[in-house]
């Protein structure tokens, strides 16, 4: 019913998450009505993106230089690691604008049940970056499943004889949240990691 | 923050209709993880699209040929065109299944207010159409304001003389809507478009 190369189109937009059969025909017109300028070099876009973005050597981030610029940044604590499952945590984080440390992506979790132990993610690195440092503090932003808390708890035990202090990302209400409303688990991890306001 | 082609892809994107910057993100990202392959071929696509998709140059659809397959196909009514503002309603009037003559895309609607008169829109050639079809039916499928009751009253003054059978879509009560909540227009339209079901 589409004309074939709008068909096309409309196919890689659904490849996109969240983009069904309705929405991927929107933006596969709307594609069209860009200018011939725009298209050429929204599709030269894709394709450098795709061929110029590779990984830091040092952290693990999506980066078009050999060493991203969150680890080239002298002004940042180098000695503060955030440890990431995956490279989209950090532009998040970074949106916060309140963390001056580094990065350092895993890409994966330990998951015995997926067959995907310590060796697979990128956790030498991580150690090696570590040992590397005087008395470094890391701070866990894993997410709480039991792959997050595996790999949480692995790296606690493979660090346990270096000075290095560790932390994790507290559990909690979310901002805005309805206590009513909460599932059991983070309403119990809330109680948990409970703070103190006053003695 | 991000690097320089990831920024520009995710600008892309939302020059697209309904993509926020937190969504062209998310697509940006999942863009990079499609294979090198599949990058390559939706950055040629979209080139394509462009490139090779025109107009039809009886009806005025969106085509990769001279004429769209709906004008060439036989099998369908040509005494019969629906008449609208814009191509994207003929893939949904396709969708329904249920209408099997030709289309009209005018390109627009006539609206003083902003200066486009009859000739601005595809109109002439409409008329030279019906002008060579025996008895045929327009069925005037635009949507019901000011500009669109201007186009259909010029398209009904301008072929009073000639054997032709005008209709237009009609108005009313959306199906799953709930009454309470239309607004008045829509409940206007619907009593005065009222159908007779018994006598």
């Keep these: ?32 009505e860009l200018s011939e300028d725009e ?6 876009t894709i394709k450098n993106a795709k061929k ?16 991203c610029p969150i680890c080239q940044d002298e002004s940042r604590n180098h000695n503060i690691i955030c440890v990431i499952e995956d490279y ?7 949106k916060t604008g309140t963390f001056h440390g580094t990065y350092h992506v895993l890409n994966g979790l330990i998951s015995p049940m ?3 132990g310590p060796e697979d993610i990128n956790l030498s690195s991580l150690i090696s970056r570590v040992s590397k440092l005087n008395n470094p503090e890391l701070i866990l932003a894993l997410k709480p499943t039991v792959e997050g808390e595996a790999t949480t708890l692995y790296i606690k035990k493979i660090l346990e004889d270096q000075k290095v202090t560790i932390s994790r990302l507290s559990y909690g209400i979310p901002i805005g949240a309805e206590i009513d409303y909460l599932d059991n688990v983070t309403l119990e991890k809330a109680l948990e990691d409970r703070k103190k306001i006053s003695e």
């Design 88 to 94: 989209k945590s950090i532009f998040s984080l970074e």
């Design 114 to 116: 997926d067959d995907i």
């Design 52 to 67: 110029n973005l590779t990984r830091c050597t040092i952290c693990g981030h999506l980066t078009d230089q050999e060493i």
């Design 39 to 44: 298209v050429l070099d929204f599709s030269e």
């Design 1 to 32: 019913m589409y004309p074939l190369d709008l068909e096309k189109l409309i196919g890689y937009y659904q490849k996109l998450p969240g983009i069904g059969e309705k929405s991927a025909e929107r933006l596969a017109i709307a594609t069209l």
